[in-house]
């Protein structure tokens, strides 16, 4: 991640000299209103995002075990938090790395999740024990 940011201010800083030579300013403004577009559509599904799990209780997801089934290491904690539709309940101390977030369903199955620099890396699902009870007079 930390070598990501500087490659795209490079890539965008290259994409403008280049439209710059090859049509002026025009190019300039064709690849600046692109470069804009592209952050205003991320900026937008980061808005979506956090408005929804505003809406949700923290902490919550509908299923444990369905999110653990979807989870994959290296998303990010936007993604993480596009698919439960809720912030996830901080278990760590705050601004430290890693960080340790949990979602519990109403069963009380918890899905713990360690973030390292913005990405996935390690989840654990937990359950609690099922009791079976016998039917009385059972045959």
Not at 76 to 98: E, F, N, W, Y
């Amino acid at each position: 991640m930390k070598l990501q940011t500087p490659f795209l201010w490079a890539v965008g800083a290259l994409l403008v000299a280049l439209a710059y030579q090859r049509f002026g300013w025009a190019g300039v403004a064709l690849v600046a209103g692109g470069i804009v577009f592209w952050m205003l559509l991320h900026f937008t599904r980061m808005m979506t995002v956090l408005r929804r799990a505003a809406n949700a209780p923290m902490g919550h997801v509908a299923s444990a075990v369905m999110l653990n089934a979807k989870l994959k290491t290296g998303v990010t904690l936007l993604h993480v938090t596009a698919m439960t539709r809720s912030l996830g309940a901080l278990q760590s101390d705050k601004d430290a790395q890693p960080e340790v977030y949990r979602w519990t369903d109403t069963g009380g199955s918890h899905v713990t999740c360690t973030f390292a620099g913005g990405k996935l890396t390690h989840y654990v699902l937990w359950r609690p024990e099922q009791v079976v009870q016998a039917e009385p007079g059972g045959a």
